[in-house]
């Protein structure tokens, strides 16, 4: 079983930037990628950056591939490892509860290629 934990949500203004990471902890030998999804009130759930974790490949929205910046951490602990998702030049659009999933899969933009999910990390954006 793998745990997921996000933290780095908070209030940023508009044309700020944050950071975002995720602990993942557990059985992580097996997972393949580690990726972002965000939802607002409302709204559907959607992708937003996915990383590989062995391999550079990574897989941007299209809404925030200019803007946003997923990386991980090379540690040799095969037990934890940690994804941060860098955020720039926040919208009041990219306001919304980010949760972070991982994946037996080369990374991909649908939910059903993920197996575990965060409890999700709240980003407000003031306009």
């Known amino acids: 079983q793998v745990q997921l934990e996000e933290a780095g949500g908070g209030l940023v203004q508009s044309g700020g930037s944050q950071v975002l990471s995720c602990a993942a902890s557990g059985h992580t030998a097996s997972i393949s990628t580690i990726g972002w999804f965000r939802q607002g009130p409302g709204k559907e759930r959607e992708f937003v950056a996915a990383i590989s974790r062995k391999e550079d490949r990574v897989k941007y929205a299209d809404t925030v591939k200019d803007r946003f910046t997923i990386s991980r951490d090379n540690a040799l602990d095969n037990a934890l490892y940690t994804v941060y998702l860098h955020m720039n030049s926040l919208e009041h659009e990219d306001r919304d509860e980010y949760y972070c999933?991982?994946?037996?899969?080369?990374?991909?933009?649908?939910?059903?290629?993920?197996?575990?999910w965060g409890q999700g990390t709240q980003v407000t954006v003031s306009s």
């Open positions: 999933a991982a994946s037996f899969f080369n990374p991909a933009d649908s939910e059903d290629s993920y197996v575990g």
